[in-house]
Every structure is written in C-alpha cells, then in structure tokens.
C-alpha cells in the first residue's frame, strides 16, 4: 500500500479503519481524485474491532424506526454490500432469516415486528407453526417472520478490498497509527500520532472520525460538547460443533426487546460453514476486552464517572443481572438457545472470539437507538454506529460525504 511520509498535509484526514472508515475513504477518493486523502488506523489491520468482531450479517432493516437513519442505510446498504461482494468477487449468501416467537408476549412482538417491516417496504412472510416447522425441522415455536434479503458475509474481507480500492486511487493509509492528539485552529486540523517508530504530527484541511469504541474520546479531543459517553458490550459467542453445521437453513433470530438495541443469543450461518450462537450482551469493563477476563482502569473510571452509566443501570439492572449470570454459566446461555432449538446440548457450545458493541449512553441514561454524528468547524465524527454499521457502511460513507460538502461550502463562503 502506499504509506508515505506522515509529516505531509492532507485535504482529509480520516480516522478509523474499520468498515465505515473504509468506505467513506474510497468514496471520497472517487468524489475527489484531486484531493489528498490519508486514512490513520491504530492496528496493524483492518476491521479488527466491531467489523471484524460480529455475526456477519448482511442486515434487511427490520427492527429500526421508520424514518430513521439506521431504516434508510440498512435498507440502501444491504443492496449496496451484495452488489459491492458481486463485483468484486467476495463470497455472500443471501440466505434469508427467521425471527422465531416461542411464547405470547414475543408474538405480539413479532406481530408488531410485521408492521415496522411493512413500513420500512422489507418483503416478509409470515409462517405459523407448520410452515415454520416445514421450513426449519429443527426450530420450534408459536410462529415465525421469514426474511428472505437477509444475507451472510466476511466484513473484514470486504475492508481489504476497499483498502485496496482507496490506495489504487491515490489515497494513503497508516496504520499501527494511533492518534493521540487533535487540535483545530481555523486554518487546519493538526494529528498527533504515535507509531513504533515515536510520535509525529501531520496536518489536514477537513477530519473525519470512524473511530468507534473511541467515538467520544475522539469528538472530546477538539473539545466538542457532546452529552453521550460510549459503554462497551461484550457480546459473547459460542461455535456450534460441527456435527450442527446443518442444523439451520436460515438465520435464527428470537423476537428481541423493543426498548433495547441487542437483537438477542442467535444461531447465524457462517459464510464459512459453520454456525455460531450468540452474542448476548453483558457490561464490558474494557473497551477492547475481547478475553473472558478483562478490565481497564482508564474505561472502567470513565464510566463509573457517568452518571448516564447509573442510570443507564437503574433503568435495565435485571437484564444486567440475567446477561452477566448467563455469561459465568453455560446452562444459562444454552436454555436462550433452547427456546427454539432443543437440540443443542451445552458440549455442542464451543469457544468462539467475543465483539464489543460500542454503544453511546446519554446523560439521562437512555441508548441511543439510531446513527449519531456531531461536527466542529472542520471535523464530522461519527459517534453511534454499533450494529446495522457494517451492512450500512456505504450508505454513510455517501451521507458523511455530503456533510463534509457542507462543512467545505460553509467554510469557502465565510473565506
């Protein structure tokens, strides 16, 4: 790739290399192949983190609010992602997905699952009992949603291609760069990054933050007031043995909790073969505590300091509690899974890498439920992009292109 000197100036600076970042640098490269683009990511890869770190799902859109972002990109980014992985070679499979409701209060869930996918035009199709059973042998419940645009995919592989793509059209990535310092003045922004080799500064006329788990650090670098902190999530997965790799048909979803943003302990196809099951989503006391036993003071100070985390706290502690319980105790995860496959017995569950889910929290305690940008004189940071991200990365990427075609007029007319 081309890795040049970083004591350059740049035009745009973009800080992230996890899909979104990607994206968004490939089609600003395209938007302006004049213009002078550097791509800063802390690892040695791509996607390491929340791209690289989930189910690999190409998502429909069925769970966002209609009208909201997260409703338009899923919908835009799913087509965009299958027509991305045609052109380009990368293996996908639209494989479809069931959301199952094994009781009475998740089928009316699921009933009102149906009306947000009729709002948000996603084809459906609604099955009860026998068709579910004729559709899925191994699957039990009440009824079921078929959705057939549902896909699988390899994220990180669509990350290389896009790196690939980015550097073809003149763009430069660092990576094993961390940015450790941002300073605005009206002129540029400068970035501080510190590399193996010691630290360096270069500077860039426009910035653009993908940065993730560190989303709200990032935006508080150049002191921009926000009222958000990232929580992490450790979303926990486990692989089916192999003997199961023909259990399902589809993806298995249960019907999730309306006023929570986790989708639920799901059995997902992998592009490879095999089945996983998971996440669940338990309080993450690291950012990037991927092992079973993790913690960070810096992360966990930041956060009990919040007093959106307390209440956040107050409002879920019984979810809290059952999450954190079925993370210790094996049985506790199986009988999620158990609900709709009976089949799977607690030596079919073995060990698979956990995601951490960087969610944003508000003062008040709430989640937020949909994509969240903020921006300073010459900087977007995108600061609430956990799950449909990955399927939506190309539909942000276009939205976060024109925001910074706004931020550049502003700019020219005021001089």
């Known amino acids: 790739m ?52 989930n189910s690999g ?43 199952i409701a094994t009781n009475a209060l998740e089928l009316t869930r699921l009933k009102a699952l149906e009306t947000r996918c009729y709002d948000n035009k996603i084809p ?20 079921a949603i078929l959705v057939r645009e549902t896909g699988i995919v390899n994220y990180q592989q ?23 310092s941002l300073q605005e003045s009206t002129a540029e922004v400068m970035v501080e990054i510190k590399r193996e080799s010691g630290k360096t500064r270069l500077s860039s006329r426009f910035l653009v933050a993908c940065s993730g788990l560190m989303a709200d650090r990032t935006s508080k670098m150049l002191n921009i007031k926000t009222d958000f902190q990232i929580i992490p999530f450790r979303g926990e997965y486990y692989r089916l ?17 309306p006023d929570l943003p986790f989708l639920g302990v799901h059995l997902t196809r992998m592009i490879d073969g095999s089945v996983t099951v998971g996440p669940n989503a338990v309080q993450g006391w690291k950012r990037e505590g991927y092992g079973k036993l993790n913690f960070s003071l810096k992360d966990t100070l930041q956060m009990v300091l919040f007093i959106g985390f307390w209440r956040l706290l107050a409002k879920h502690w019984q979810t809290g509690m ?31 890498p956990a995601g951490i889910r960087a969610q944003a929290v508000m003062k008040d305690g709430s989640l937020v439920h949909d994509f969240l ?36 007029t502003d700019i020219n007319v005021e001089g």
């Open 158 to 180: 669509i990350c290389e291609k896009l790196a690939q793509l980015f550097t073809q059209l003149g763009g430069t990535v660092l990576t094993s760069s961390e940015v450790i």
């Open 241 to 257: 043995n192999e003997k199961h790799n023909q259990i399902v048909n589809h993806l298995i979803y249960p019907v999730p909790d």
């Open 57 to 99: 799902v190409i998502h429909a859109g069925v769970y966002y609010q209609p009208g909201s972002l997260k409703a338009k990109f899923c919908k835009e980014g799913a087509v965009a992602t299958k027509a991305f992985c045609a052109k380009y070679k990368i293996d996908f499979d639209e494989c479809g997905k069931l959301l």
């Open 322 to 352: 059952k999450e954190t319980r079925n993370s210790w105790f094996k049985q506790g995860y199986l009988k999620e899974v158990q609900k709709y496959c009976g089949q799977i017995e607690v030596q079919d569950l073995e060990a698979y």
């Open 373 to 408: 940008f903020v921006q300073s004189k010459r900087s977007l940071h995108v600061c609430n992009a956990p799950s449909p991200a990955a399927t939506s990365a190309f539909p942000i990427g276009k939205y976060i292109i024109g925001k910074l075609d706004e931020i550049m």
């Open 2 to 53: 081309n890795q040049q000197n970083p004591k350059e100036s740049y035009d745009i600076c973009i800080v992230g290399g996890g899909i979104v970042g990607l994206s968004t640098a490939w089609q600003l490269q395209q938007t302006y192949p004049a213009k002078k683009i550097v791509l800063i990511e802390k690892e040695a890869e791509f996607g390491l983190h929340q791209t690289g770190h």
């Open 124 to 143: 459906i199709q609604w099955l009860d009992q026998n068709e579910l059973k004729q559709q899925e042998p191994n699957v039990k419940g009440l009824a």
